[in-house]
């Protein structure tokens, strides 16, 4: 190697090693520039100090590089922190999860001075308030506090944020109280370009749209359910000429739909103002809608046929009248959508609209259909095969309509995308495949109610594995079900296939089931109850024909309602089921259940008190005392324990217990003893049936407590807790009635076939709301109260085979309800009273049999003294006319005897006259009489 060559290798060599040096010196520097700011990494550090954390969210936020935590994002360029997004991850299925951020936002969040992107939504902040200091991230563009339990005024600091360009306050619900009573303060917000307050309550806020119109750039604003009571005719001078999105539904503006300041935004793409009571005829402003993608009138009041004038609305894509009186002709309506965008319309919502007549056939369907919702109108004829040819539908809902008809495979094969169909109640809709048909899509929701699949199970739902809700009750099937059909419906979430006659035995598998809600009833399973689903929180199998015992393990743990009545199930009631501590209703009524029922009664502490509220034992063969564990379930509204063995005295707890007792039915057992003074404290009482047991002693006069029998009762607050129940009897008018949901309306009160003695309490009268008053066959003696007509709203009173004494009480005749009475074999006595309603009762001569001493109508034994005459209007009316006659004769007779004497007296030679005639008169009178005296006493001597 020359000189030359050896100078040249030098060279390349020492530019090899600067350039590697400058190269190492520019790759650190990279680093440090994007590497984590540590005086940002000490306020992150602070802020995760302050939260909570259950689910690990933050487990990234250590080391030492702040920028790759979860959450964190930094500036490529400075590598300052510019985006924060602690999101609660998979937000709304999760919602109410404890598994989400809380506690306290620590202040650390102003040293992120670049910080442009701030999600803190899902979480749960346990009704903090916005902190103010959120008012100093100045550079913040993005601020998301949705749906993370915050509460409280919304802090006038936030008009600080000059660069905000989307804001998200979207609340819980409206209830959750943040609210606002000045939103002036977003009238400083010139860059806010997206605006969602959805359930802020903005009540009391009057000017809300004037402030809106002074945001220029706005493109979307939100005020979803924010009690906003105010909407303006008109804005004089508009500014929101860039707004696409509006959406105030769910407000109180009652008020026409026209004119309103928001037709006026001619170029807004989604108009949402349903359920805002808007009412009168749907307004053609909408034609001059011409740029309108969705719009949303549902759940108001408007009428009549939608304009003529939609056809401009060539970028129509949904249509939302749901709950609206359009009544009109499905097939005009059809007419009148915009032709234009015929094929771009995905969206079609109008239940409950009063629509009629039959849906049209159409030469070129809807084919970007995705939505279909025609239901609860008065459509009729049947389903038009165009609906097969709707690739893209995935809901489609005909249900509640008067639909007829088969359904075949040529109006399903073609729903390619359909993943909802629902096709229940009201209508006569036949769906009939062929066995071997598989259909082509894939349903999450069959809603199939009251159609006709039957006789044979339907095949074609074999392929249906994906569906979360199916409902074929009530379709005429009468086959036993395939095992197949628990395998499909294993990620079934809620199952519905009763008033069938489906028979066979329910799996074994029954337990490894999704469902959390089950009606099986009213069909003819056969065998034991298996081992319920672990998620399964309702459960309805009553009127089958189940039996052997109950299971020793439920497994559903989480258990809210169960239904077994009108069942053969037998032996013993388990002890596990006091493991299901969520329990509210219980029907296990008319089995063949024996002993007693399980103490569950663990401890007395309130943490151990149950939420039972409906718990129906009624027809089996249990006995025992009372039930104990019942001590514990203070909030128990209906208890029957009718028709079993029960014995032993009615515990005096029960009025201090069970507070919110309504009903109490324990007829026919054994129960004995004094009916408890306590028992009149349960003051929400309006059903007692104590009747055919052997109580004694007295009723006590403490009834009056039961306020709940003196309130006529016009609400159904109480009707959830009886819709799953069974039919209830009640013996009433002579008969035994059966009611369902309707008992909640029945104010009974039966102590009827027991020992009890002494007077009938004069305060029984205070309980106006009785419907059914029975004391039958019982030793009362006394009277029968006079205040028995107060009882406006009794409609069957049984006082019948006591020793009730004295006269029946005129106020008798003041029950105008009344339909049936029975006084029979008592020791009444005196005048049947009689009017009004009384003399309308049927077998009227029964109704006072085996009381001797009653006399008068309608028995053939008379009364000794004078029948009353009734006081009517005519009788008074005679009264007056007498009085008036006597009154005149006496003035007559006393005014000519004035006359005589005056005359006699102011007129001598009159006096002299009258005088000398009397005498005269006198003196004949006289000479007669003694001239016929001696003649009859010679002729008789």
């Not at 860039?242 to 935004?265: A, C, M, V, Y």
């Not at 074994?508 to 056969?526: I, K």
């Not at 005096?652 to 919110?660: A, E, N």
């Not at 009794?794 to 006082?799: A, I, T």
Request: net charge negative; with cysteine.
């Amino acid at each position: 190697m020359d000189m030359l060559q050896l100078i040249s290798c030098i060279h390349i060599t020492i530019a090899l090693l600067l350039f590697t040096q400058a190269k190492s010196s520019t790759e650190a520097s990279k680093e440090t520039t994007t590497g984590c700011i540590a005086d940002e990494r000490i306020a992150l550090l602070a802020l995760r100090a302050g939260l909570s954390d259950p689910s690990n969210l933050l487990s990234s936020w250590n080391g030492g590089d702040c920028c790759r935590w979860k959450g964190v994002r930094c500036s490529n360029s400075t590598g300052h922190v510019v985006e924060l997004d602690l999101h609660s991850p998979d937000c709304r299925n999760n919602f109410g999860s404890k598994l989400v951020l809380g506690g306290i936002i620590s202040s650390s969040l102003v040293d992120l001075h670049h910080l442009q992107h701030l999600n803190l939504s899902c979480n749960d902040f346990g009704g903090a308030q916005i902190p103010e200091f959120f008012g100093s991230l100045h550079n913040l563009e993005h601020l998301d506090l949705s749906l993370s339990y915050f509460s409280g005024m919304i802090p006038p600091h936030l008009g600080n944020l000059s660069n905000l360009r989307y804001f998200i306050l979207d609340s819980v619900d409206s209830s959750n109280y943040i609210y606002s009573t000045d939103i002036t303060w977003l009238s400083r917000l010139s860059s806010l370009e997206h605006l969602d307050m959805s359930s802020v309550n903005l009540g009391s806020i009057q000017n809300w749209v004037t402030v809106v119109n002074m945001l220029p750039s706005l493109k979307s604003l939100r005020l979803f359910r924010c009690q906003l009571s105010s909407s303006p005719d008109s804005i004089l001078h508009l500014n929101l000429s860039s707004i696409e999105t509006l959406d105030i539904s769910g407000n109180q503006f009652r008020k026409p739909i026209t004119p309103n300041w928001f037709w006026e935004l001619t170029s807004l793409k989604h108009l949402a103002i349903s359920d805002n009571e808007f009412s009168g005829p749907f307004p053609d402003e909408i034609g001059n809608m011409t740029s309108m993608v969705k719009i949303d009138l549902s759940f108001n009041n408007l009428v009549g046929m939608i304009p003529s004038n939609m056809q401009n609305l060539c970028n129509l894509e949904e249509l939302l009248l749901a709950y609206n009186n359009i009544d009109g002709s499905i097939a005009e309506l059809f007419q009148r959508l915009p032709r234009c965008s015929w094929n771009k319309l995905r969206s079609l919502r109008l239940p409950c609209c009063n629509l009629t007549g039959s849906l049209p056939t159409m030469l070129e369907p809807l084919r970007n259909l995705a939505t279909l919702d025609l239901s609860i109108n008065n459509l009729i004829g049947v389903v038009p095969l165009w609906i097969g040819d709707l690739a893209k539908l995935t809901y489609l809902n005909l249900g509640i309509n008067s639909l007829h008809g088969v359904i075949h495979d040529g109006h399903l094969s073609g729903l390619l995308s359909l993943e909802i169909l629902s096709l229940c109640y009201r209508n006569s809709i036949a769906i009939i495949v062929n066995s071997t048909w598989v259909p082509p899509f894939s349903l999450t929701e069959a809603i199939l109610g009251s159609c006709i699949l039957g006789p044979n199970f339907p095949m074609w739902l074999r392929n249906q594995n994906s569906l979360t809700y199916l409902d074929i009750s009530n379709t005429s099937i009468s086959d036993i079900v395939p095992d197949w059909f628990w395998i499909t419906s294993s990620s079934v979430n809620s199952l519905h296939i009763s008033n069938n006659r489906m028979s066979g035995f329910l799996p074994s598998t029954m337990e490894f089931m999704r469902a959390t809600e089950m009606d099986l009833s009213s069909n003819h399973f056969t065998g034991p109850l298996p081992k319920l689903p672990t998620d399964l929180l309702y459960l309805d199998i009553s009127e089958n024909n189940l039996s052997g015992p109950l299971p020793v393990d439920f497994g559903a743990l989480g258990l809210y309602s169960l239904a077994l009545f009108g069942n053969s199930i037998s032996g013993l009631i388990p002890s596990s089921l006091c493991k299901l501590r969520n329990l509210h209703f219980v029907d296990i009524s008319r089995n063949n259940l024996s002993g007693s029922v399980p103490d569950c009664l663990l401890d007395t502490s309130v943490a151990n008190v149950r939420p039972l509220s409906v718990l129906n034992l009624r027809d089996n063969s249990l006995s025992g005392e009372f039930p104990s564990f019942l001590k514990n379930c203070q909030q128990l509204v209906f208890l029957d324990l009718t028709n079993n063995q029960f014995f032993g005295g009615l515990p005096p707890w029960v009025g201090d217990k069970l507070t919110s007792l309504g009903f109490l039915r324990v007829r026919n057992n054994t129960f004995s003893g004094h009916i408890p003074v306590e028992l009149t404290k349960l003051v929400n009482l309006q059903y007692l049936d104590l009747s055919y047991n052997t109580l004694s002693g007295s009723i006590p006069k403490s009834i009056v407590n039961f306020t709940g029998m003196m309130l006529v009762r016009n609400d159904e607050t109480e009707r959830q807790y009886f819709d799953r129940g069974d039919h209830y009897t009640v013996i009433t008018k002579g008969q035994e009635l059966f009611y369902a949901q309707e008992i909640i309306h029945m104010v009974n009160l039966d102590l009827a076939c027991n020992n009890l003695m002494g007077d009938i309490p004069e305060e029984i009268g205070s309980l106006v709301a009785l419907k059914n008053l029975n004391l039958s066959r019982n030793t009362l003696g006394g009277k029968i109260p006079e205040n028995i007509g107060a009882l406006i709203q009794v409609e069957s009173l049984d006082l019948s085979h006591n020793g009730l004494s004295g006269e029946i009480p005129l106020s008798l005749s003041d029950l105008t309800s009344l339909s049936r009475l029975n006084l029979s074999y008592n020791n009444l006595t005196g005048r049947i009273p009689s009017g009004n309603q009384l003399q309308t009762l049927e077998d009227p001569e029964y109704i006072y049999v085996g009381n001797p001493g009653l006399c008068g109508p309608p028995l053939a034994r008379k009364c000794w003294q004078p029948e009353p005459i009734p006081a009517t209007r005519e009788h008074y009316d005679d009264i007056s006319d007498a009085v008036s006659f006597f009154q005149a004769m006496g003035s007559g007779c006393i005014m000519g005897i004035w006359v005589v004497f005056c005359t006699l007296l102011f007129k001598r030679k009159w006096r002299v006259s009258w005088f000398s005639l009397c005498d005269r008169l006198y003196d004949r009178a006289y000479v007669q009489v003694a001239l016929t005296w001696a003649s009859w006493t010679r002729a008789n001597g």
